[in-house]
């Protein structure tokens, strides 16, 4: 048996138990039979945006109508494996959501499992790996979740910014700051589509040369960004908008910095 079918039999059974989990919730949507995968995903978000705006044990309960509903996906339609990702990602995001974080590691985990098949989700749910690694205290872990990021999907950029960005940060945090700058400094040459987070990225480490009282050496952080992005083939307004907020260069020319944005930001 191939280590995939393998995969593909964890998580048909896997999704049956996720769905023997809320099986004393109100779940018709969910065990309804859909025409095919993307039609059970559709289902299963639609039961998942319920949730918005709901509070409590209303919010709780239908949360497990939506885990349910995306286990549904996985045993209806085990051969779909893009679908299987997809449904085991969004699993995670809502075990997350109700503060179980073994099931949503175990979620997260199926979908990077799965990854060939749909390495958007996968990079995602390596991230969101990464996180869970993080908040548990476990820094060293985490970093090197996030760096798998880097290393098995290096096309998925829009992840890989945010994997770097984090590893700044984890470093920053443990006293490295030389080693944070260079994490932050890199983004831009190892995702050259993310403009906008290579310019974020350039800000955080021109604010930790701030911190260290090195002011010179962050107004060429300032400088070289901007003049590497004035050429740049992934000029945009957002770019623009991007440069325009840095906090270095606002507390450089005196203005008030701005509120940082949050270490618990992960959009």
């Known amino acids: 048996m191939s280590m995939r079918h393998a ?6 059974m896997s999704f049956a138990v996720g769905i ?3 099986e004393d919730a109100p ?3 969910a065990s309804k039979v859909a025409d095919n995968a993307e039609q059970a995903l559709d289902r299963a978000g639609q039961i998942r945006r319920q949730s918005f705006k709901k509070s409590g044990e209303e919010k709780r309960k239908i949360l497990e109508d939506a885990i349910a509903a995306y286990g549904a996906v996985g045993s209806q339609f085990a051969q779909d494996e893009r679908a299987c990702a997809e449904a085991a990602f969004r699993i995670g995001e809502l075990q997350r959501s109700l503060g179980d974080t073994a099931a949503a590691a175990e979620a997260f985990e199926r979908a990077v499992a799965l990854g060939k098949a749909a390495p958007r989700f996968a990079a995602r ?3 969101e790996l990464g996180h869970l ?3 548990a205290g476990k820094p060293t872990e985490a970093i090197a979740a996030y760096r798998r990021v880097l290393d098995e999907y290096p096309h998925e950029e829009t992840e ?3 994997a770097l960005t984090w590893i700044g940060r984890i470093q920053e945090r443990s006293g490295d700051g030389a080693a944070a700058r260079s994490t932050w400094m890199s983004l831009a040459d190892k995702t050259p589509t993310q403009a906008v987070a290579a310019v974020r990225a350039a800000d955080l480490a ?3 040369l701030l911190k260290a009282g090195n002011k010179d050496e962050a107004r060429k952080i300032i400088d070289s960004v901007r003049k590497r992005f004035a050429d740049s083939p992934y000029w945009t307004a957002d770019v623009e908008e991007a440069l325009g907020r840095m ?3 606002r507390q450089l020319d005196g203005a008030t910095g701005g509120t940082a944005e949050s270490d618990d930001d992960e959009s």
């Open 247 to 249: 906090r270095s260069a």
């Open 7 to 12: 995969w593909l039999i964890v998580c048909a």
């Open 133 to 135: 690694l993080r908040r």
């Open 20 to 22: 023997a989990r809320a």
């Open 206 to 208: 021109a604010m930790s």
């Open 125 to 127: 749910a390596q991230n």
């Open 27 to 29: 779940k018709a949507a």
């Open 160 to 162: 890989g910014a945010k």
